[in-house]
């Protein structure tokens, strides 16, 4: 199984918009990924067209009542074949209710191994909450690769350096360096601030950024709001086509293929 975390501690980075598209170019693939919703913000849930659901239909009851993830799958409305694991706002309570007990790090990772969902070769695309919590820990351990995106404005420049330190925080109790791709997005091509970052995260990451820039682009803030990936809202669009060569640079490298390394 290869199981991807798309991760950042800062929120609007594009996390969301980069799972659902993920997901979305994957399934156009027949690949049949699934993807997990872990933030109670349940951004991606709603963006993949799905509402109104009550928590223990949600991966909240996996957490609390230790439901079956498998009994939690749904597929996605006019998804191509994927799946997803919704999530619920409850989910804020994880943290508080059980952050002491020291399996939950690996309840996640247990819980996808026990049943191997749905089968070893569907990749598993895990959206995080920019949170560095219990659900983080979750996502980093069930995962096999870190996919970051990082989003072309002054903050997130700045943020870079706290970038590595959570990475740092999340690595300590996993015990190895954890694998890792970043992903430029929101890049507007009118303002050079655009190109500093690029060059700037090229500098720091080297071969860990991807080529591929994900542009500033009206469809991939417009599709969510009608519950739909890019591909099905515009599927010419700019945004259509940055997922596309962002999903081929990540085949192309061996992102999705859990032995590969780089
Ligand atoms: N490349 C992009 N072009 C335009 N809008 C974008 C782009 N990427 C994300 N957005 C929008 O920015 C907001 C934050 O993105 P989101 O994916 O939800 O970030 P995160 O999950 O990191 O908080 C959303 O409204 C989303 O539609
Ligand atoms: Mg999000």
Redesign the pocket.
Known sequence: MTAIAIF?QK????????SLNLIAALARRELCPLGIDLDPQS?LTLASGIKGLASSETIYAFYSEGKPLSQLMREIPNGHGAHIIPAHMELFKIDSLYGRNPNITSQLKRGLMDELLPDESVPVIIDCS?MLGVLSLNAVFASNRLLI?VSADYLSMQGVNRLDAALKVLEKPLGKPIQRRIVM??FDSRRKLSYQIYDQLREHYGKDLCDTR?????S??ES?IYGKDVFSYSPHSQ?AKDYNALTEELLACGFFDPECSW
Do not use: C, D
């Open positions: 950042n929120g609007g980075v594009g996390k969301t918009t980069t951004h920019p995106p997005t929101r994900i542009f500033e682009s009206v991939l803030a969510p945004g």
